[in-house]
């Protein structure tokens, strides 16, 4: 019986881990570098899809961040932030954080961080 039960687990297990496999498979890495008072990335335009913001402090300033939010939003509401895309962990000089995964369908978003005072950078969704 025992072995029969830890067949069942591994077998579900196998196919608990292909599926998110498959699932991750289909994500793509948006990478973001700031520096001092900005994005690098100015601009960017995607597919519809799902994605992970990487972002990278590149003395920028002690601490960093992500804010995506939909274009004509006020960016100052946390209500209107999409939740998703902030970083795990604010990011330290020298570091990359990686946020959760996050849909974006088609439409124009706005990207940008509070605590290195970034202007508003346009993220447009094909």
Do not use: R, W
């Not at 601490?63 to 509401?77: C, F, P, R, S, Y």
Request: hydrophobic residues 40%; negative net charge.
């Amino acid at each position: 019986m025992k072995n029969l039960i830890a067949g069942l687990f591994l077998v579900i297990f196998t196919f608990v881990a292909h599926a998110q496999d498959a699932a991750t498979n289909n994500v793509q890495i948006i990478s973001l570098e700031q520096t001092l008072g900005e994005f690098t990335q100015k601009t960017l335009t995607v597919k519809e899809g799902t994605y992970i913001f990487e972002v990278s402090n590149n003395n920028a300033a002690p601490e960093v961040g992500l804010v995506l939010i939909e274009a004509g939003k006020d960016g100052t509401n946390p209500e209107n932030h999409i939740a998703d895309a902030y970083v795990s962990q604010m990011v330290t000089h020298g570091k990359t954080e990686s946020s959760k995964q996050v849909a974006l369908t088609k439409g124009t978003y706005q990207y940008f961080c509070p605590f290195n005072k970034t202007p508003q950078y346009t993220l447009v969704v094909e």
